[in-house]
């Protein structure tokens, strides 16, 4: 059966108001820009986006008001360091985000248990600091088959996953190569998955090499063939990082107007993917 | 000689041959590049994205995913994997960075006042897991304090801080120098540090070498990260 779609057509038909995202799961590389800017586009509220590390799409929809909490381990724009209107938006009097500080290991640990159906996963991290004290996903619980102390970190839920692949079938199979951050769990922790393809192959393809099927068709709701959907955030061997365009952004993003000028230059005044590659090459 | 290439090769120093090592980004990764061209040829770079290095990347590299650091790499896997090995003790010596420091080595990455930072990322996990630590900062004296504001990164075993003055031992006996740049004063680190260091034994950091300097030209050739350019 074709899970084929458009972009504009999975995000309005699998991402819902109020959703729990995973949209920036392979730390720094293959980061789907195109499904956060329909997300923009289409006017999505509320969402929670979790997440090891989001180079710089989670700034952009916080920036868009799509945004209610983030359940992170880190946020912003990792060549330049901060994210303006994640910023912005944490230091407001009252806040306009509730940010959940988790650690990549820890954040890792609690999707993966989501991934696997359990109610928790266990740490040695976090003894001695803050971040086990700052909020609930944590508890200090006793080895029970032991006398050691471990930190129990929550299974971290997901509505919505949406990943960018190398390649897929129109089933959603889908080859991914490179580093893979916490791409696995957050395609099994979710509900419901949206994959972005470079490109679209015959399922004899995909079968010709099952060790690199990541991604089963079985997990995936909806498959978008988008050249470029993860621009400017590098996809291993299709593009590079395009360092300027994250420099661009965060100059841009100086303040809120700025901000503003920038989403309607490069989301709302642009249809789709296709004229965004487009203006990019113009 | 500026700042940023003695920061480098006293990185790269501090990373012994065949060691496991999680060298993070920017100055950090240009240490692990002197290192390996250099003395410690057999050190094995890990990354919380999911790779394993074993020769430095070529080319600039500005996250862990940029293609440089992915052309070459040993293994290509996920966050778990790799961190995983960290949590179980193969890490020797993890690289950081941080707002604000502590005379125990704890690190702030967090939040300072009403100013929010970017978090923890693997910061934390790092500092809990790894057998040593090396921090590489800016030395200013309103990140050098008594007790940083919010523990982010706790560390589990000694510190190695390398700063724009010099290179400091925490969270092993009293916060102590073991050595002070060329040119930078006793009065000038006491000045710029916001708790007690004790001098005794200091050094000079000794000057790089030529084999180092051409490790940092290779590593770093449009001056990017050492300011060389600028």
Known sequence: ?????????????????????????????????????????????????????SDMLYDQLIGAGCVRALEVAWVGNVGAGLGHNFRRAAEANPPRITITDYTNLTYAIGLRAAAEGIPFGVTRSLFGTDIASQHDAFREIKDPFGDECVFAVRAISVDVAIVVAQRADANGNAHVWGNLGTTLESVRAAQRVIVLAEELVDPDVIRSEPNRTLIPGLLVDAVVVEPGAAHPSPVEGYRERDHAAFEAYHRATRTSEGTDAWRREWIENVGDRAAYMKKLHA | MNARTLMIVAAARQIADRDVVFAGMRLPLIGFAVAKSTHAPGAVGLFENGLIREVPARGMVVTMGDGPNQHGATLATSLIDVMGMLQRGRVNVGFLG??????????????????????????????????RCVFIMEHE??????????????????VTLITTLGVFALNAGPARVVSLHPDVTHDRVIE???FALEFEGATRTPEPSDAELEAIRTADPTGFWTGASQ
């Open chain 2, 98 to 131: 941080g707002a604000e420091v502590d005379a125990l080595g704890n690190l702030n990455t967090t939040k300072v006042g009403a100013t929010r930072l970017p978090g923890s990322g693997g910061g934390s996990d790092i500092a809990a897991h790894a057998q």
């Open chain 2, 141 to 158: 004296r309103r990140r050098f304090v008594e007790r940083v504001s919010y523990i982010t990164s706790r560390p589990r075993g000694p």
């Open chain 2, 192 to 194: 710029q540090t916001g």
């Open chain 1, 1 to 53: 059966m074709s899970k084929l779609a458009t972009t504009a057509d999975a995000v309005a038909r699998l991402v819902h108001d109020g959703d729990r995202v995973s949209a920036a799961c392979g730390l720094e590389a293959r980061i789907p820009f195109s499904a956060g800017h329909e997300i923009i586009r289409q006017g999505k509220r509320n969402l929670t986006l979790v997440g090891p590390i």
